[in-house]
């Protein structure tokens, strides 16, 4: 489902068999390029990662840690919008490699804090001092304003897919409909109003990291 399938008639005169604005077709080829990007990112920061011991999502936990600072599981799961399993495989291993440790919880008995260890900062920054060099090289033609505006337009669409994962712009719909449904007698009822699931199965490894451990 796109973000802006339920928009497409509105710009139409509101019929629904208009042709795609401009705009429509833009964010079309922004979404088109996401999941391919990711892709290639993840074979890029694997690639790097080969001879450390580290997976792409291990790296992903190691940047958040650094980050976010100690987090719990739960924490880090909601923080890299994925389900909590794979995050705590990563912590499992990473804890084996030596980069993470578990701390007591003053919030909380039975959720411990997983925090960097001297090792695991050690290698985030060297990662991150790698990829900013390899950054700063390959990216080098592109203005400081069009990164911010890439963010900006990320950050909307996350938003954006976020709310379509968890069903809450539905829910802000039939919020905003309520009253005239009600007032019709009407079920109001045309097919896209159920519950989904709030199963969230965004990308697991950051889409801007691509790098190799060091002191």
Same mark, same amino acid.
């Given at each position: 489902?796109?973000?802006?399938?339920?928009?497409?008639?509105?710009?139409?005169?509101?019929?629904?068999?208009?042709?795609?604005?401009?705009?429509?077709?833009?964010?079309?080829?922004?979404?088109?390029?996401?999941?391919?990007?990711?892709?290639t990112v993840v074979r890029a920061?694997?690639?790097?990662?080969?001879?450390?011991?580290?997976? &792409?999502?291990?790296?992903?936990? $190691?940047?958040? %840690?650094? /980050? *976010? +600072?100690?987090?719990?599981?739960?924490?880090?799961? @909601?923080?890299?919008?994925?389900?909590?399993?794979?995050?705590?495989?990563?912590?499992?291993?990473?804890?084996?490699?030596?980069?993470?440790?578990?701390?007591?919880?003053? &919030?909380?008995?039975?959720?411990? $804090?997983?925090? %960097?260890? /001297? *090792? +695991?900062?050690?290698?985030?920054?060297?990662?991150? @001092?790698?990829?900013?060099?390899?950054?700063?090289?390959?990216?080098?033609?592109?203005?400081?304003?069009?990164?911010?505006?890439?963010?900006?337009?990320?950050?909307?669409?996350?938003?954006?897919?976020?709310? $379509?994962?968890?069903?809450?712009?539905?829910?802000?719909?039939?919020?905003?409909?309520?009253?005239?449904?009600?007032?019709?007698?009407?079920?109001?009822?045309?097919?896209?109003?159920?519950?989904?699931?709030?199963?969230?199965?965004?990308?697991?490894?950051?889409?801007?990291?691509?790098?190799?451990?060091?002191?």
């Open positions: 489902m796109s973000v802006i399938e339920g928009d497409a008639g509105e710009h139409a005169g509101g019929d629904g068999a208009g042709e795609p604005t401009a705009t429509e077709d833009l964010l079309y080829d922004v979404i088109r390029r996401l999941w391919p990007l990711h892709r920061v694997e690639r790097e990662l080969a001879d450390t011991g580290m997976t &792409a999502g291990e790296h992903a936990l $190691l940047d958040a %840690l650094h /980050t *976010e +600072g100690p987090r719990t599981v739960p924490q880090l799961a @909601r923080t890299m919008g994925l389900d909590r399993q794979p995050v705590q495989r990563w912590v499992n291993h990473a804890a084996e490699l030596g980069l993470v440790v578990t701390a007591p919880n003053p &919030a909380h008995r039975r959720s411990s $804090l997983i925090r %960097l260890t /001297t *090792e +695991g900062t050690a290698a985030i920054r060297g990662i991150q @001092r790698f990829e900013s060099t390899e950054l700063r090289q390959r990216l080098a033609d592109l203005p400081a304003e069009d990164v911010r505006t890439a963010l900006h337009v990320l950050d909307r669409l996350g938003e954006e897919f976020r709310h $379509l994962a968890n069903g809450s712009r539905v829910q802000r719909e039939e919020t905003d409909s309520q009253g005239s449904r009600d007032s019709r007698g009407s079920e109001g009822s045309n097919g896209s109003n159920g519950n989904p699931e709030g199963h969230d199965s965004r990308p697991t490894a950051p889409l801007m990291h691509k790098g190799r451990s060091g002191a």
